[in-house]
Each structure stands twice: as C-alpha cells, then as structure tokens.
C-alpha cells in the first residue's frame, strides 16, 4: 500500500520559508490562496483600530497552528557509488 504524497484537503501550517516573524501570515495566505503581504497589511490595519488588541491574536495563532515538516535530508552516497559526483536530476 503506498501512501498519497499530498493531503487529501487543505492543510493550514507555518511554512518554514516565507516568515517575518513565525509565519503565521504566510501561512494563513497560502491556506487562502492570498498574497501573504495583504493578510500582513490586513493584521496591521486590524491592530490599529482595535487599539492593538488584535495583537494579542498573534501568538495565540501562532501557538494554535502547527510548522510545517521539513523536508527529508537529502541521501548521503558513498564514494563508491556510480552516481557520486553527478547533478541531482531533477
């Protein structure tokens, strides 16, 4: 039985490339299918005109959505190995 490579359905998670401070945005723009920089822009204009209390949301988001998995290593080959020192192909 072999396992499916991508979710079945939407997962909202932090990435670990796309962050200012914990990625919370960039995660809730991918999750959306948005620009992070205008959920960012949003979660700024929210803070100001609720007086910062906005504010307290972020590290309860933060806390409340899950990272990403990293990526598994890389294969380390042997000298040995026929492939070694070739490119990755892609």
Do not use: H, N
Request: glycine share 6%.
């Amino acid at each position: 039985m072999t396992t499916p490579t991508v979710a079945p359905y939407k997962q909202l998670r932090r990435p670990l490339d796309d962050r200012i401070v914990a990625g919370v945005c960039s995660g809730i723009g991918r999750y959306l299918s948005v620009d992070p920089v205008l959920i960012r822009v949003g979660f700024a204009i929210l803070a100001v005109l609720t007086w910062g209390v906005a504010l307290i949301a972020y590290p309860l988001i933060w806390f409340l959505i899950p990272e990403e998995t990293p990526p598994p290593p890389a294969p380390l080959l042997s000298p040995d190995d026929p492939s070694w020192g070739l490119p990755p192909t892609l």
